[in-house]
C-alpha cells in the first residue's frame, strides 16, 4: 500500500485505458487520492467494452511497454503471466515473414508476453487498485476539465474532446489501415504451441497477416489492408484472405481452428501526434497522456508502450519536483521523446505506400535503403538482430544504430548493396 501525498491532496485522470491506468501508477506515490474516471462501465472481468472499440483487435505489448509497466508497478509481469498471458521467447517462438524472407531464429535473451486487450486492461485495473489509494469511478464521463485537482490528467485517448480546443501543432499520416480480427480454439495439433507469427509483404503489397498466442490457449488472429482493399469477414472469405498471403503458416493454423468470435472490423483512417511541448494553451497543472498526445498506425504494436513510457516520463517529472506549476515544461518534452521515436519508425514503414499521405523526409529513399540495410544485415548478423528489436521495442534510443559494432556491420551491409 502507498500513502502519498508530498505534491497534493487529490489528483484526477480522465480515462481508464492504459494511459489512465500507467498514470495513475504514477501519481500514487505523490498524491493521497488518485481518481481515475472512465464514462465506460467497467467490466468485472476480461471483457470488451464500449469506450474502447479497438480492443477486440490483437494488442502487442512491446518489451519496453512491459518493462515500463513493471517499473510502474513492480509485480505486474508475474500477474499478466497468472492471469494466463503467453510468455514469447524473442526469437525461438516467433515467425515473421518480412518483405522477401523469415527473420532469423535465434535466442536474443528477452520474451514477451502476449494476451488479450481486454485481460491485459482488467489485470492492470486490478494491480492499481491494489496500490491503496487509487479509486476508480466508471460510467462517470467527464465534459469539462475539473477544477478542483491538484493536477489533472487527460487519458481519453484517440478522438480526445477535452483538449480538442487547444490550438497545437500537429503531424498526420492518411493511412487507412483496415483491420479485421477474430478469436479461435486452437484445433488439437497445435493445442500448447506458444508461437506467435507475422507475415508483413514489402510495400507497396499492403496485406498483412498476425496469428498471436493468447490466454486460455487461444489464437487471436489479425488479417489486415490497406486503403481500399478489404478483408472479408465472413469465415470462408478470411480463411480465403490468409490463403493467398505469401507464406501459408497462417492459413494452415487457420484451416481447423474454430471461430470463438465473428470477424470484428476496425478502420484507421490516420495518425496524429500533437505536439503539446510546443503550444502555449495548455490549462495550468493539466497534462495530456497517452494517445492523446500520440497515436500510431497500430501495425507496429506501439500504442499501449508509448502511454507506458509517457507514464514513466511523468513519475520521474514528479520525483524531480516540488513545484507542481513547473511539472508541465519538463514532462512535455519528454513525453514527445517517447513518441518521436515510436513516430519515425512507424511513419518511415507507413511512408513507404504510395498512397500514404504525410510529409516524406527530403532523404527518404536513402533513409529507406538504410533500414532495408539493416533488416538483411540483422539476418545474418545477432548482434544487429538483438539491435533491431531492442530499437522497435523501444528499449533502445534510434540513435543507438549510429553507433558501435552492430552500426559498422550495417553500413556495410550498405555498401555491399549499392555495388
Ligand atoms: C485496431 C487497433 C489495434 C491496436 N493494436 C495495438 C497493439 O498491438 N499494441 C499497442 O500497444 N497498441 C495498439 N493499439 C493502440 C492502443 O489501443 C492505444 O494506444 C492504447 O489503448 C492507449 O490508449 P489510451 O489509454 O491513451 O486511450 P484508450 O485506450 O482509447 O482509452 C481512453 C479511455 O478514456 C475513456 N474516455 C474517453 N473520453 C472520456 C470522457 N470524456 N470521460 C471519461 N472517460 C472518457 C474511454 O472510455 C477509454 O477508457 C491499437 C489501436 C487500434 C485502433
Redesign the pocket.
Known amino acids: 500500500m502507498i500513502t502519498g501525498g508530498r505534491l497534493g491532496a487529490r489528483a484526477v485522470i480522465?480515462?481508464?485505458?492504459?494511459?489512465?491506468l500507467a498514470a495513475a501508477a504514477a501519481l500514487a506515490s505523490f498524491f493521497e487520492t488518485v481518481e481515475v474516471?472512465?464514462?465506460?462501465e467497467l467490466p468485472r472481468g476480461p471483457r470488451p467494452r464500449k469506450?474502447?472499440p479497438?480492443d477486440l483487435?490483437?494488442?502487442?505489448?512491446?518489451k519496453g511497454?512491459e518493462l515500463g509497466l513493471e517499473r510502474l508497478i513492480p509485480g505486474t509481469r508475474a500477474a499478466l503471466l497468472q492471469a494466463g498471458a503467453t510468455e514469447v521467447r524473442q526469437s525461438r517462438d516467433v515467425s515473421i515473414w518480412e518483405r522477401d524472407s523469415w527473420q532469423a531464429t535465434r535466442d536474443l535473451g528477452y520474451s514477451q508476453l502476449m494476451m488479450s486487450r481486454p485481460a491485459l486492461e482488467f489485470m492492470l485495473r486490478q494491480q492499481v487498485l491494489k496500490l491503496g489509494n487509487v479509486a476508480i469511478r466508471d460510467r462517470?464521463?467527464?465534459?469539462v476539465l475539473p477544477s478542483d485537482a491538484d493536477l489533472t490528467v487527460i487519458?481519453?485517448?484517440?478522438g480526445d474532446?477535452?483538449l480538442a480546443g487547444i490550438e497545437v501543432p500537429e503531424t498526420m499520416l492518411g493511412l487507412e489501415v483496415n483491420?479485421s480480427s477474430a478469436r479461435f480454439a486452437k484445433p488439437a495439433c497445435f493445442r500448447g504451441e506458444g508461437r506467435f507469427i507475422a507475415c508483413i509483404p514489402k510495400p507497396p503489397d499492403d496485406r498483412y497477416g498476425l496469428v498471436c498466442p493468447v490466454e486460455n490457449d487461444e489464437w487471436l488472429i489479425t488479417l489486415s489492408s490497406r486503403f481500399d482493399n478489404r478483408v472479408p469477414d465472413d469465415l470462408e472469405g478470411f480463411r480465403a484472405y490468409a490463403a493467398a498471403l505469401p507464406v501459408p503458416d497462417i492459413a494452415e493454423r487457420l484451416r481447423e481452428a474454430v471461430p470463438l468470435t465473428p470477424v470484428h472490423r476496425?478502420r484507421?483512417a490516420e495518425a496524429r501526434w500533437r505536439h503539446y511541448d510546443r503550444a502555449a494553451g495548455l490549462p495550468p497543472r493539466v497534462l495530456p497522456i497517452?494517445?492523446?498526445i500520440s497515436?500510431f498506425n497500430?501495425t507496429f504494436?506501439?500504442?499501449?508502450?508509448v502511454?507506458a513510457g509517457h507514464a514513466v516520463a511523468l513519475r520521474d517529472v514528479l520525483a524531480e519536483t516540488s513545484d507542481l506549476d513547473a511539472i508541465a515544461a519538463v514532462y512535455l518534452p519528454r513525453a514527445a521523446e517517447v513518441s518521436r521515436q515510436a513516430w519515425s519508425l512507424a511513419a518511415m514503414a507507413d511512408l513507404e505506400y504510395p498512397r500514404t499521405v504525410g510529409e516524406r523526409p527530403a532523404r527518404f529513399e536513402q533513409m529507406v535503403q538504410g533500414s532495408e540495410a539493416m533488416r538483411r544485415a540483422a539476418v545474418m548478423h545477432p548482434e544487429v538482430h538483438l539491435l533491431r528489436f531492442e530499437i522497435g521495442n523501444l528499449l533502445k534510443p534510434d540513435s543507438a544504430v549510429r553507433s558501435g559494432p552492430a552500426a559498422r556491420l550495417v553500413v556495410r551491409e550498405m555498401a555491399r548493396a549499392g555495388r
Open positions: 480522465v480515462g481508464a485505458g492504459i494511459a489512465g474516471w472512465d464514462k465506460d469506450g474502447i479497438q483487435q490483437v494488442h502487442i505489448l512491446l511497454g462517470s464521463p467527464v465534459e487519458a481519453t485517448g484517440r474532446r477535452l483491420y476496425y484507421i497517452g494517445d492523446c497515436n497500430p504494436g506501439q500504442g499501449m508502450s502511454a
